[in-house]
């Protein structure tokens, strides 16, 4: 069976500080993992994924994520927040194509002016 | 279209009416996923449709709801004698189903108020 847990539902960081978001994944074979970002009231968009090609993925509005095999990690990272960066993110595996997607519950940014 | 369609994207509704959330995926995806968002919680799958396989209907939460897909491309998604638990937003989604795997492709969802 597949499944991620985001540790921490409402995460809150300074503008200009490091944004650390946690997800954690198990799954009994090699993983593709995704990031996504939901504005409100919008759908989701893609952030980053992982889809076992270099262990540090690199994504849109300067996220990147380190695919950590031994930590089953997959935490996705920030060095400066934005007032823009404000938003729901949401961890996702699945275990390749035609395959179902897993969702973790999601975690809530705020970031404080 | 260039992304996922839904619509109704807001559908006020009393309870015990039947309402239908309809999906235009981007075209050529063959797979098409439906998710329920309810208030603070994450994504809840609900049902997968592949190709011309059997769909998977592991997340529907009980026999009032039910999803067809019609020659590959539109979804419906049908919620019989609406509760208010139902109260949610519907996602749909569509990807492809290449070698690479490829994300998810997300509607903006259907807000489903019932009163």
């Known amino acids: 069976a597949q499944s991620v847990t985001q540790l921490g539902s409402h995460v809150s960081v300074s503008e200009g500080a490091l944004v650390l978001l946690r997800c954690n994944y198990s799954?009994?074979?090699?993983?593709?993992l995704f990031w996504y970002v939901q504005y409100p009231n919008q759908g989701l968009q893609l952030l980053l994924k992982?889809?076992?090609?270099?262990?540090l993925v690199k994504g849109i509005n300067g996220f990147e994520a380190e695919f950590k095999k031994s930590e089953t990690s997959f935490h996705l990272t920030k060095p400066s927040a934005h007032m823009s960066d404000a938003a729901e993110y949401f961890c996702?595996?699945?275990?390749?194509?035609?395959?179902?997607?897993?969702f973790g519950t999601g975690t809530s940014l705020t970031v404080i002016p | 279209g260039a992304g996922v369609s839904q619509s109704p994207s807001n559908k006020v509704t009393e309870k015990g009416k039947d309402v239908e959330l309809r999906c235009d995926p981007i075209?050529?995806?063959?797979?098409l996923y439906w998710y329920r968002q309810s208030l603070g919680q994450g994504l809840e799958f609900l049902i997968y449709?592949?190709?011309?396989?059997?769909?998977?209907k592991s997340g529907l939460p009980s026999d009032r709801f039910s999803a067809e897909r019609t020659g590959g491309s539109v979804s419906t998604l049908t919620i019989q004698r609406t509760q208010q638990e139902d109260s949610a937003v519907y996602l749909c989604?569509?990807?492809?189903?290449?070698?690479?795997?490829?994300?998810?492709?997300f509607g903006e969802g259907s807000r489903l108020t019932v009163l």
């Open positions: 989604a569509s990807k492809t189903s290449g070698v690479n795997t490829g994300e998810l492709f």
């Open positions: 799954s009994s074979v090699p993983p593709y």
């Open positions: 992982y889809t076992s090609a270099a262990t």
């Open positions: 996702a595996v699945t275990k390749g194509p035609g395959n179902q997607f897993y």
């Open positions: 075209s050529g995806h063959t797979a």
């Open positions: 449709f592949q190709g011309n396989s059997a769909p998977d």
